[in-house]
T-cell receptor, first 113, second 114 residues
Framework: RKEVEQDPGPFNVPEGATVAFNCTYS??????FFWYRQDCRKEPKLLMS???SGNEDGRFTAQLNRASQYISLLIRDSKLSDSATYLC??????????????FGQGTILTVHP | NAGVMQNPRHLVRRRGQEARLRCSPM?????VYWYRQLPEEGLKFMVY????????ESGMPKERFSAEFPKEGPSILRIQQVVRGDSAAYFC????????????FGAGTRLSVL
C-alpha cells in the first residue's frame, strides 16, 4: 500500500459547487497532515494543515479520520481560481527524518463556468 | 518578500554534461529540502540539509547526484553526467529550525536534457 494515496480525478465541477477529495495514509503513527495546492507548472503552496480532528479556513475545510486513516478536503462555493492540483502530504512518523514529506499523486480539480 | 529563491528557472543540458541547481532558503530558515517531480508524477523527496550537514539523503539516487548546503551561500544540487531521465522539475523548500513539516517551496528549476 502506498504511504499516501489520492484519487487523481480529474474532478470537473461548475462554479459554486461543493467538492470533496479524500486521501488515505498507511502510517497510523502519523500525527499531522497537510494539503498543498499546485498550479500547472508552478511550485506547491501550503493550503492547510490538519493536526487533530479538523481545520477550517473560509471555504476550505480539512478533516482527519484516524480510525479509517484518511484525510479529506472540502471546498465550498467553488471558484474558477480553485482549479489546480491538490496534494495530500504526510510527514514521516518513527524512524525517519521529520522533514521528509511524502506527497500523494495529487487530485486534479477543474472548476468551469 | 524574500521567499525561497531558485536559479536558474530553466536549464538545458546535453547528455553527459553537469547540472548545478541553486537554492537560497527563505530568510530565517535554516533547513533546506530538495524534491523532484518527474513529468506526470508526484513530488518525491530527495534530500534534507542543514548548514554544512546532510540530515537525510534517502531519496537521492546512488550515483551522479550530490547536494550541499555550505556555511555561506546557497544550497546546491549537482547532477553529474546527466541523462534524459533526469529531465524533471526540481523544487527546493525551506523551513524554520523547529518546524520541519512546514515547508515553503521555491518556483523550481526545470531541467531538460537533450
Amino acid at each position: 500500500r502506498k504511504e499516501v494515496e489520492q484519487d487523481p480525478g480529474p474532478f470537473n465541477v461548475p462554479e459554486g459547487a461543493t467538492v470533496a477529495f479524500n486521501c488515505t495514509y498507511s502510517n497510523s503513527a502519523s500525527q499531522s497532515f497537510f494539503w498543498y495546492r499546485q498550479d500547472c507548472r508552478k511550485e506547491p503552496k501550503l493550503l492547510m494543515s490538519v493536526y487533530s480532528s479538523g481545520n477550517e479556513d473560509g471555504r476550505f475545510t480539512a478533516q482527519l479520520n484516524r480510525a479509517s486513516q484518511y484525510i479529506s478536503l472540502l471546498i465550498r462555493d467553488s471558484k474558477l481560481s480553485d482549479s489546480a492540483t491538490y496534494l495530500c502530504v504526510a510527514p514521516p512518523a518513527g524512524g525517519t527524518s521529520y522533514g521528509k514529506l511524502t506527497f500523494g499523486q495529487g487530485t486534479i480539480l477543474t472548476v468551469h463556468p | 518578500n524574500a521567499g525561497v529563491m531558485q536559479n536558474p528557472r530553466h536549464l538545458v543540458r546535453r547528455r553527459g554534461q553537469e547540472a548545478r541547481l541553486r537554492c537560497s532558503p527563505m530568510k530565517g530558515h535554516s533547513h533546506v529540502y530538495w524534491y523532484r517531480q518527474l513529468p506526470e508524477e508526484g513530488l518525491k523527496f530527495m534530500v534534507y540539509l542543514q548548514k554544512e550537514n546532510i540530515i537525510d539523503e534517502s531519496g537521492m539516487p546512488k550515483e551522479r547526484f550530490s547536494a550541499e548546503f555550505p556555511k555561506e551561500g546557497p544550497s546546491i544540487l549537482r547532477i553529474q553526467q546527466v541523462v534524459r531521465g533526469d529531465s524533471a522539475a526540481y523544487f527546493c523548500a525551506s523551513s524554520p529550525r523547529d518546524r520541519e513539516n512546514i515547508q515553503y517551496f521555491g518556483a523550481g528549476t526545470r531541467l531538460s536534457v537533450l
